[in-house]
């Protein structure tokens, strides 16, 4: 297929495609550009840009931070957790928080460390009040971190240790 343009013609199709190509851009444009908190879009020197893509990588590890805890806190209020499924949730995310922003870094030992503390509650290795308080110092941590709001309503209630002593099987837990 051949196209055959003549002298005026290849001109008016070259601006219309530059014209298209400048569209698409100011698009694009609109969407990826910081705004104030009145609306308007920011010019930003190289290093507020630095500042504002840190921002949005912590954010989005927070995100992250939140949804693993919301995993640890799903199988620490289990009336029988099952062992094998919290260690697969543990080591995911043990693997996924070896590397992130400084800024998140007390955060991800924090959920790493209540990740393994909840292994050794599910197999009677420790106490589960031990692991709901190592829980609950990552909850704190992340909670430091989160600059979204969320209204308690929308969260389930966190486990909470209780006083009285369990007992544990090796691999089998009763509350």
Same mark, same amino acid.
Request: overall charge negative; hydrophobic content about 40%.
């Given at each position: 297929? #051949?196209?055959?343009?003549?002298?005026?013609? !290849?001109?008016?199709?070259?601006?219309?495609?530059?014209?298209? @190509?400048?569209?698409?851009?100011?698009?694009?444009? =609109?969407?990826?550009?910081?705004?104030?908190? /009145?609306?308007?879009?920011?010019? *930003?020197?190289?290093?507020?840009?630095?500042?504002?893509?840190?921002?949005?990588?912590?954010? @989005?590890?927070?995100?992250? *931070?939140? #949804?693993?805890?919301?995993?640890?806190?799903?199988?620490? #209020?289990?009336?029988?957790?099952?062992?094998?499924? !919290?260690?697969?949730?543990?080591?995911?995310?043990?693997?996924?928080?070896?590397?992130?922003?400084?800024?998140?870094?007390? !955060?991800?030992?924090?959920?790493?460390?209540?990740?393994?503390?909840?292994?050794? /509650?599910?197999?009677? #290795?420790?106490? =589960?009040?031990? !692991?709901?308080?190592?829980?609950?110092?990552?909850?704190?941590?992340?909670?430091?971190?989160?600059?979204?709001?969320?209204?308690?309503?929308?969260?389930?209630?966190?486990?909470?240790?209780?006083?009285?002593?369990?007992?544990?099987?090796?691999?089998?837990?009763?509350?």
């Amino acid at each position: 297929m #051949e196209l055959e343009l003549e002298g005026g013609s !290849a001109i008016g199709f070259l601006v219309v495609i530059a014209i298209i @190509g400048l569209l698409l851009f100011g698009l694009v444009g =609109r969407f990826v550009t910081p705004v104030d908190a /009145a609306g308007e879009p920011q010019w *930003l020197t190289p290093t507020q840009w630095t500042a504002y893509k840190l921002q949005k990588e912590t954010h @989005g590890e927070t995100e992250r *931070l939140v #949804e693993d805890a919301r995993r640890i806190q799903r199988i620490l #209020e289990s009336e029988t957790p099952d062992p094998v499924q !919290a260690m697969l949730v543990a080591q995911e995310i043990y693997a996924n928080y070896q590397t992130g922003s400084s800024a998140t870094a007390a !955060a991800r030992i924090a959920l790493i460390a209540a990740a393994e503390a909840t292994v050794k /509650a599910t197999v009677g #290795e420790i106490p =589960r009040d031990e !692991a709901i308080t190592s829980y609950q110092r990552a909850k704190e941590r992340i909670h430091a971190l989160s600059t979204v709001t969320h209204s308690d309503d929308d969260a389930p209630p966190a486990p909470t240790p209780t006083p009285s002593p369990k007992v544990f099987a090796p691999l089998y837990f009763n509350p």
